[in-house]
């Protein structure tokens, strides 16, 4: 039997339902800063998704741009004016940035309790002490949601996580980890000697390396539940645009996974959709 398909759209539709409500009942309109460095199309296209989740869902949202040639300096001072600015609630800093931007001290200059991406190293610290009242990455706290939602028994059961980025991979296998979730987490990464066979022993499998198509109908054991979380473009003359989107999992794994999260429409809106709720969080926690 084919798997079922975990539809992150209609877990994403369920969450920002529950999202309205909260805000209705906020004593502020959650207000969330998106500052962008250059002309990566890419970025552009997710941070218009962004902007356009704030607008559906009643957020205020302040679009920053800023040319290729901004300095360190001018994005420093930008972060530390949107840290001071009481009006706000959540900033966030697309990433990639220019490379002679150091993505990583900026990151650690916006004040935590705004750092709605959950990066800084304060937020991705509490997840490892099991306080997971705060801001967790969006990506891996989307497929926790996820899997909740399809009530997917996480307890005692054997997880592979394939990728160990601070953004996705290791917080996900934190996550899966910790208490509440309490799944036996293994994590692949490039220096894997055998990664198959790590994910043949798993009951759920989350993806997330950048490699498309790379986990192969083989590699899952029958029944697995499977999250794809890669985001590829890969040369498709087929198409009139000439590329597709592709996922880190074959399609063909629908044949042996209970569950699986397609691309587009898995991941990719949970991500958005809890970077709205951190928002939420945060205006709540400024003015309880
Ligand atoms: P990343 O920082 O490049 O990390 C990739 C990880 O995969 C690294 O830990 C790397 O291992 C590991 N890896 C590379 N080749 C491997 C191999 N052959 N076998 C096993 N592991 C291997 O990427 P990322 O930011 O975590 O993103 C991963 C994917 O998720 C990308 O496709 C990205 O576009 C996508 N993504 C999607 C969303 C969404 O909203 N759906 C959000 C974020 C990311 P080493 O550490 O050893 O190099």
């Known amino acids: ?74 994005v420093e001072d930008t972060i530390i004016s949107l840290n001071n600015d009481s009006s706000l609630h959540g900033i966030l800093i697309q990433s990639p940035l220019p490379s002679h931007l150091d993505e990583e001290s900026l990151t650690d200059l916006i004040d935590p309790s705004k750092d709605v991406d ?11 002490q099991g306080r997971l009242d705060g801001m967790i990455p969006c990506t891996p706290a989307g497929v926790m949601e996820m899997l909740r939602w399809a009530n997917v028994e996480m307890s005692g059961k054997k997880a592979v996580v394939i990728g160990r980025s601070f953004n996705v991979g290791m917080p996900q296998a934190l996550l899966l980890a910790s208490r509440g979730a309490d799944a036996t987490v293994t994590v692949v990464h ?42 590829n473009r890969v040369d498709d003359d087929t198409r009139e645009r000439g590329w597709r989107l592709a996922g880190d999992v074959h399609p063909d794994v629908s044949e042996v996974a209970s569950l699986l999260s397609p691309v587009p ?24």
């Open 190 to 231: 490039s220096r894997t000697l055998d990664a198959k066979t790590e994910c043949l022993a798993a009951d759920i499998v989350i993806a997330a390396v950048g490699k498309p198509e790379m986990v192969k109908p083989d590699w899952i054991k029958p029944g697995a539940v499977v999250i794809d979380v890669g985001i």
């Open 1 to 74: 039997m084919p798997a079922k398909r975990l539809d992150g759209k209609s877990c994403a539709a369920d969450l920002e339902s529950r999202l309205i409500k909260r805000i209705s009942q906020c004593k502020v309109k959650p207000h969330l800063a998106v500052v962008i460095v250059g002309d990566d199309p890419a970025s552009h296209v997710y941070v218009r998704n962004k902007i356009l989740s704030c607008e559906r869902l009643g957020i205020k949202s302040t679009h920053i741009e800023l040319p290729s040639e901004t300095s360190q300096q001018q």
């Open 118 to 128: 959950g990066f800084h190293p304060q937020n991705l610290g509490r997840i490892v």
């Open 265 to 288: 429409g898995g991941v990719g809106p949970m991500t958005v959709a809890m970077l709205m709720a951190n928002t939420v969080r945060s205006a709540e926690a400024q003015h309880s």
